[in-house]
């Protein structure tokens, strides 16, 4: 009885585990997918979407409060940390440039 407990307990473990790799690997490819297509817009001139709050970000990029811009850019979007920095050094560009 106590093998037949172990072995579905074990079963449960290594299906739990797959299906979180697979989620894993899932997120990696999107994330990756959405950097070559912010880049090819990059290239192409276009203009991404704008994200909700962008005046938020903009105000403390504007105080030079860069590190608070990208938290603050990760709280809007659930982008990871090197994509908020991208986008808020992108932004920082823009802002620059008038």
């Known amino acids: 009885m106590e093998i037949m407990i172990a072995a579905v307990l074990l079963l449960g473990l290594m299906t739990w585990l797959s299906i979180d790799a697979k989620q894993r690997s899932q ?3 999107h994330q990756r997918l959405e950097r070559k297509v912010d880049a090819i817009a990059a290239h192409l001139g276009l203009a991404t979407a704008e994200v909700e709050g962008v005046e938020e970000i903009d105000a403390l990029l504007r105080e030079g409060k860069l590190i608070a811009a990208v938290a603050r850019y990760r709280e809007l979007t659930g982008a ?6 991208q986008a808020v050094d992108r932004r920082a560009a823009e802002l620059a440039a008038g």
């Open 80 to 85: 990871d940390l090197l994509e908020a920095k």
């Open 27 to 29: 997120a990696a490819n």
